[in-house]
């Protein structure tokens, strides 16, 4: 029902008119000349003829003592589920203190109307033990150098320095639109609900935009949009 009723709210905001024909293999969404990766780990990669171009994975930071966990992480044991047509599904039991495990789950699935959307969700005995859970969108700043990012249609330009935190905001329904003019590249990534973001850059590395689930939330909804 809830995936339906997403569905119809796409329909009604008229997002699913810009989505490029999407086409599903076992282990990835092609789009033109590039394709979204779906690996075992739960790390989701863009790729195009070029290379690399981003990295998605879900990030978590706790009270165990190692603190910080991807969900691809080994201690996490993370399981990819048998795939359905156009649907992947993973769970994992993210490490969030000495003596307690956070099940967590992630699914994406490909619409009708040429998006895919990505749901994740963890629950755990003492939610306080996770400190904060991110939706991490990493891609290289040297293919951004000089480029513009837009943040709720407000571009910020990418500039090949360490700078962590160069945006720091509490947004309501935020959306990115990246590698904007890039025929090979370019996507819109959207996430339903509050979220606190930041972004930073690592000189000749990467830039990162995190997109973080507000305390007491155990849900999380995105939607991917190629060109």
């Known amino acids: ?56 994975y879900l990030h978590f930071t ?8 991807a969900m691809s992480h080994k201690s996490c044991n993370v399981e990819a589920l048998p795939t359905e047509n156009g649907v992947w599904k993973f769970k994992a039991s993210v490490p969030v203190s000495e003596t307690e ?17 990505i749901t994740c969700g963890w629950k755990t005995v003492d939610m306080k033990n996770i400190l904060e859970i991110g939706f991490f969108v990493s891609f290289p700043v040297k293919l951004m150098e ?49 979220y606190y973001v930041s972004i930073g850059s690592v000189k000749d590395d990467s830039v990162t935009i995190r997109i973080n689930a507000m305390a007491g939330v155990n849900e999380m909804k995105l939607i991917f949009i190629p060109r």
């Open 1 to 56: 029902m809830k995936k339906r009723l997403f569905a119809a709210a796409l329909l009604l905001t008229g997002i699913w008119l810009y989505g490029a024909e999407l086409k599903t293999t076992k282990t990835s969404v092609e789009f033109g000349d590039a394709k979204l990766n779906i690996w075992p780990s739960g790390i989701m990669t863009l790729t195009g003829k070029q290379g690399l171009f981003t990295n998605w």
């Open 62 to 69: 706790t009270k165990h003592p190692a603190k910080w966990f």
């Open 101 to 117: 495990k956070a099940d967590v789950s992630m699914e994406l699935s490909v619409t009708p109307f040429n998006t895919v959307e």
């Open 146 to 194: 000089g480029r513009e990012l837009l943040v709720n249609g407000q571009a910020y330009k990418i500039v090949n320095e360490t700078k962590y935190g160069w945006f720091s905001k509490t947004l309501e329904n935020p959306e990115f639109k990246v590698f904007q003019g890039d025929l090979s590249r370019e996507y819109t990534l959207s996430a339903s609900g509050k």
